[in-house]
């Protein structure tokens, strides 16, 4: 897959008003300051598209960018630590299930997973709620960079081990880094793949 534009859309904190369903769709999400705006702009090739910060919890809406005209890449507010209070965690929390359950055209989340880490309660508690509620998902480790390949190959390794203590099919995954941009092109094929299953109701109407 060539992009040759990728450009913000529109913020929302409710899912009846994000852009209308249209065009393919997946959300990008992940625990607070695990790489997801340096990802989505490797992804994309435009540096500074979303925005990164140093801050967990910078992301706090639901943000479209519309790529090539043909799909959407969703940013999510990240789960987990966040220098924001209860009540607004709940809030996101509420915003974000409601968006995954009942977002017509979303076909895949990209669960984003820092790849120095050894499997997160709060990664696998996700995971086992998007399995629960039928969501289709993948797995991208991140910040494969900052370790050796070794390294990275065991902590994958311990997180499908894991995975495979309550999953039958263990999902998709990617391997990735925003400063080499590795994996970017798998990431790409394997959404390029899945919009060739879209067939929207209303083309058949």
């Known amino acids: 897959m060539v992009i040759h534009d990728a450009r913000f859309l529109t913020s929302n904190s409710r899912a009846d008003l994000c852009p209308a369903p249209t065009v393919p769709e997946y959300a990008f999400i992940g625990r607070s300051n695990v790489g997801k705006s340096s990802l989505i702009n490797m992804l994309t090739g435009r540096n500074g598209l979303a925005k990164t910060s140093s801050s967990p919890g910078k992301t706090q809406l639901i943000n479209h960018f519309s790529i090539n005209d043909k799909w959407y890449l969703v940013d999510l507010p990240g789960y987990g630590y966040a220098k924001v209070s209860k009540t607004s965690r709940a809030e996101w929390a509420k915003m974000i299930n409601y968006y995954l359950r009942n977002r017509a055209n979303l076909m895949c989340v990209c669960v984003l997973i820092d790849s120095r880490h050894p499997p997160q309660a709060a990664d696998l508690e996700f995971m086992e709620k998007l399995g629960e509620e039928g969501i289709?998902?993948?797995?991208?480790?991140?910040?494969?960079?900052?370790?050796?390949?070794?390294?990275?190959?065991?902590?994958?390794?311990?997180?499908?081990?894991?995975?495979?203590?309550?999953?039958?099919?263990?999902?998709?995954?990617?391997?990735?880094?925003?400063?080499?941009?590795?994996?970017?092109?798998?990431?790409?094929?394997?959404?390029?793949?899945?919009?060739?299953?879209?067939?929207?109701?209303?083309?058949?109407?």
């Open 136 to 205: 289709p998902f993948v797995m991208i480790f991140t910040k494969t960079d900052k370790q050796s390949t070794a390294q990275t190959k065991a902590l994958v390794t311990d997180y499908l081990k894991k995975m495979s203590e309550i999953w039958d099919e263990l999902p998709r995954y990617f391997q990735t880094s925003a400063e080499t941009g590795l994996g970017r092109d798998e990431v790409l094929a394997f959404i390029s793949e899945i919009n060739k299953q879209w067939a929207p109701e209303t083309e058949n109407a």
